[in-house]
């Protein structure tokens, strides 16, 4: 059984910063892409960051210059830096990762997990 633990949220004022984390733990053989997304009440979970294992990144838009994703992968762990944040930044946070595991028949296989979100609130 693989798991995904999120940490780091909390609340925070605008124009201050938060570091979340997000640990993979259980029978993994090894993680490809990681991501960041977030969800605000009524709308769709939308892509923050993600962040392949050679190191490769991508940002939306509205974050682009202020959040830095990152990944250690000898601590199967990936990061997202957030700073200047805006209340508009304010959602609950999701870890996803792509990870290989061996199968009940034997194969390799790759599937898609999630964490259990994390609340970040950017608040005066």
């Known amino acids: 059984q693989v798991q995904l633990a999120e940490s780091g949220g909390g609340l925070v004022q605008p124009g201050g910063s938060l570091r979340l984390s997000c640990a993979a733990s259980?029978?993994?053989?090894?993680?490809?892409?990681m991501g960041w997304y977030r969800q605000t009440p009524g709308k769709q979970r939308e892509l923050v960051a993600g962040?392949?294992?050679?190191?490769?990144?991508n940002y939306a838009d509205s974050v682009k210059g202020r959040f830095t994703i990152s990944r250690d992968n000898a601590k199967n762990t990936a990061y997202l830096q957030m700073d200047s944040l805006k209340p508009d930044d304010t959602a609950v946070y999701y870890c996803?990762?792509?990870?290989?595991?061996?199968?009940?028949?034997?194969?390799?296989?790759?599937?898609?997990?999630w964490g259990q979100g994390t609340q970040v609130t950017v608040s005066s």
């Open positions: 996803n990762a792509d990870i290989a595991t061996l199968g009940s028949n034997g194969f390799f296989r790759t599937d898609t997990y």
């Open positions: 259980g029978r993994l053989l090894d993680i490809n892409a």
């Open positions: 962040i392949s294992r050679g190191g490769s990144t």
